[in-house]
């Protein structure tokens, strides 16, 4: 069979996986891979020495703290599907980078603690999702600890969420009374086994048996399986049965229960995505500045840079575009045009990702994330395209809630400091101002832990100790309206005024308050929390 765009898209499979901090997210990645048949052996987010060597987690700050700071792109074949799986972070320090990676998924595994539900970073996550309109399933992890009543669970998800859960299996206890679940469609019982984790995939559970044969062979007692049993009805009577449709178009989300640390549930969690999660879609977007649907399967290669993350490998200062293709079939030395400067790239040596692991793609199609190697060509929401054309919405940067001067204690590398500064904010993991007035830098964030990973990455990858100050300044606002009239209020304010790495003019408040009285006297003058980028 020919590899074409007909042919290959329809076997992509792009999904994001968000949670909560601690929910165990890295760790179901990591156990995503094994199952795929991409590692041997799991790495783990709280272990010690080389066990501790996740694949998604890459950064030596991650690796430290057990935290990703980072979304990571890792793609593997498995089962006839692609699957490119894009971990986030869970933080909401590093919500941004996670809006920005979820504009480039076309479904989400949302995972939830099986003791703690629905925690209020997943809540907003989820509020993303919803907004791009992207389904969601749902993994209830850790069930080889003490959990939630598994109704109580669902229960939850609908009132929260307003979905209608629609379990494809049911568990038998938790914690240490966790025996397995049962699958409602078929009546299956999948045998939990307490296992090391990181074990080699073939040392795995049980394969699936009848509940006669589940008492037969010692994994429940008759009690525990009459139970189960019972439960199953009363639950495959008590919620809607699962609908493909409904789950395509946001309403329902099947739910599926395990243990991502035991290497539980994790199979069938990958065979309901290659199973149930969509194909790449049909995106909204202008060509030549006329309204179009790009379709993944027309001829044209398209896409757009969804992140850019430099010193991936720090030995050779390198900086990667990872650009999400929306169509056509994308070949090794193919020319692409950026859309909003026009510039020509020839892409020799495009990347397929493994977290920090990569190799060369000789072809791609749409649905697949590439990495495209390049010196401050490509910014994050630009648009590529065979004829240039084609120009996709712009992905929008926040205003920033905490604003600090940096310096860095060597005075005679300035120079370097701008340089490392600037990378980083092109890259999204911080905002950087520059006053009109005065030399220093202001670099916004928007939680504390993000100025801790620059910190960390300035003095690692650019060898730069630096350190930051409270600013004079409280809140940074984009101003929109008429040139003339953002040009006379900056010459009323030219203390306060400042520009963006795009050369954007900016507010910088002392206040909310301020903010705010100062917007009352300019009606004419927009202050914007959000800009679009490219």
Same mark, same amino acid.
């Given at each position: ?10 076997? =992509? ?5 968000? /949670? ?17 048949? /991409? ?22 700050? !991650? ?11 890792? $793609? ?27 504009? &480039? ?40 600890? !003490? ?13 929260? @969420? ?30 939990? $086994? ?14 699936? *048996?009848?509940?006669?044969? &589940? ?83 027309? +001829? ?6 969804? +992140? ?18 929306? /169509? ?7 020319? @692409? ?26 072809? *791609? ?12 060509? @490509? ?5 590529? /395209? ?45 905002? @950087?101002? =520059? ?40 809140? &940074? ?6 040139? &003339? ?13 400042? *520009? ?25 003058? +927009?202050?914007?929390?959000? +800009?679009?980028?490219?």
């Amino acid at each position: 069979m020919s590899n074409t765009p007909e042919t290959e898209a329809p076997r =992509r499979r792009t999904f994001a996986i968000i /949670s909560h901090p601690d929910a165990g997210k890295t760790t179901l990645t990591e156990h995503l891979l094994l199952a795929g048949g /991409s590692i041997r052996a799991a790495g783990q987010v709280r272990a010690r020495g080389e066990n501790r060597r996740t694949r998604s987690d890459w950064m030596k700050i !991650e690796r430290e703290r057990g935290i990703s700071v980072s979304s990571s792109v890792m $793609t593997f074949e498995h089962d006839d599907k692609m699957f490119n799986l894009l971990d986030t972070p869970g933080h909401e320090d590093f919500s941004e980078d996670t809006y920005r990676t979820l504009t &480039a998924a076309d479904a989400a595994i949302m995972v939830l603690d099986a003791a703690k539900g629905i925690e209020p970073q997943t809540l907003k996550l989820f509020e993303v999702c919803r907004l791009r309109d992207i389904p969601i399933i749902t993994f209830i992890n850790k069930m080889d600890r !003490e959990a939630e009543d598994p109704l109580a669970l669902l229960d939850e998800v609908a009132a929260k @969420l307003q979905l209608d859960p629609s379990p494809l299996y049911w568990p038998a206890g938790s914690g240490n009374r966790f025996r397995g679940m049962v699958e409602l469609a078929s009546g299956q019982f999948y045998p939990f $086994t307490r296992r090391e984790s990181g074990a080699e995939y073939d040392q795995g559970h049980d394969g699936p *048996a009848s509940l006669n044969d &589940a008492v037969t062979n010692g994994w429940l007692d008759a009690a525990e399986s009459d139970e189960l049993q019972e439960t199953a009805e009363l639950i495959s009577a008590g919620f809607k049965p699962f609908d493909v449709e409904s789950f395509l178009e946001g309403h329902m989300t099947p739910v599926i229960f395990g243990s991502a640390l035991r290497h539980y549930g994790v199979n069938q969690l990958l065979a309901a995505i290659a199973a149930y999660a969509p194909a790449p879609k049909t995106i909204a977007a202008t060509r030549g500045g006329t309204e179009a649907e790009i379709e993944p399967t027309e +001829k044209e290669v398209t896409g757009f840079v969804f +992140k850019v993350q430099a010193n991936m490998d720090p030995n050779h200062r390198d900086r990667i575009a990872m650009l999400k293709l929306t /169509s056509g079939k994308f070949t090794r030395g193919m020319k @692409l045009k950026v859309q909003n400067t026009g510039k020509q790239i020839s892409v020799n040596a495009p990347i397929m990702f493994f977290a920090s692991d990569r190799e060369l793609a000789e072809n *791609a199609f749409g649905g697949d994330v590439i990495g495209i190697p390049n010196h401050g060509v @490509l910014r994050v929401g630009d648009s590529l /395209s065979e004829s240039g054309l084609v120009r996709f919405a712009g992905l929008p940067n926040f205003a920033p809630e905490i604003l600090q001067r940096v310096r860095v204690k060597d005075p005679l590398k300035a120079k370097h400091l701008k340089k490392a500064l600037e990378s980083l904010a092109e890259e999204g993991v911080t905002q @950087l101002f =520059r006053p009109s007035i005065g030399a220093d830098f202001i670099v916004g964030a928007v939680g504390q832990l993000q100025f801790e990973v620059m910190a960390d990455r300035l003095a690692n990858e650019y060898g730069l100790e630096c350190q930051f100050e409270p600013s004079p300044y409280a809140e &940074a606002r984009w101003l929109g309206g008429e040139a &003339a009239k953002i040009e006379d209020f900056a010459g009323k304010y030219r203390a306060q005024m400042g *520009a963006d790495i795009d050369e954007a003019p900016v507010f910088l408040g002392k206040s909310g308050w301020e903010i705010n009285y100062v917007a009352e006297r300019f009606p004419e003058v +927009k202050f914007l929390r959000t +800009k679009e980028r490219a």
